[in-house]
């Protein structure tokens, strides 16, 4: 049974920094591909991007540079470590996590829609960024 639970949303101004958590229970790290996705108002919901199991990562073009993810398997938490925020960046921000190809790559496409490969889901942690 995989379990998913975000953490650490809140509001910050443009520019700024946040840091999303997502603790894991169940075996996610030695075959599942874990990420992160967001959903505004009114929006579909779109990859951010994500993490395999040997740790390397893809992100969607409108966040490269700017956030990145990371996990400490120790602690079964993934992280979503986000900066130079921007008020497009507002929505409720989930993690989620499908098995992996091949013992645990991530693939198929980061972006719009593109949400059907993932089985589990958190509740998710809205992240609110005021101009």
């Known amino acids: 049974q995989i379990k998913l639970v975000e953490s650490g949303g809140g509001s910050v101004q443009a520019g700024g920094s946040l840091r999303l958590s997502c603790a894991t229970e169940g075996d996610t790290y030695t075959s599942y591909c874990v990420g992160w996705l967001r959903q505004a108002p009114g929006q579909e919901r779109e990859g951010v991007g994500d993490?395999?199991?040997?740790?390397?990562?893809r992100y969607d073009d409108s966040v490269k540079g700017r956030f990145t993810i990371f996990k400490d398997n120790a602690k079964n938490i993934l992280y979503l470590q986000m900066t130079d925020l921007k008020p497009e960046d507002s929505a409720m921000y989930y993690c989620?996590?499908?098995?992996?190809?091949?013992?645990?790559?991530?693939?198929?496409?980061?972006?719009?829609?593109?949400?059907?490969?993932?089985?589990?889901w958190g509740q998710g942690t809205q992240v609110t960024v005021s101009s």
């Open positions: 993490i395999d199991i040997y740790g390397s990562t």
């Open positions: 989620a996590a499908y098995v992996g190809a091949l013992g645990g790559y991530c693939y198929g496409k980061i972006g719009h829609g593109e949400t059907g490969r993932f089985s589990h």
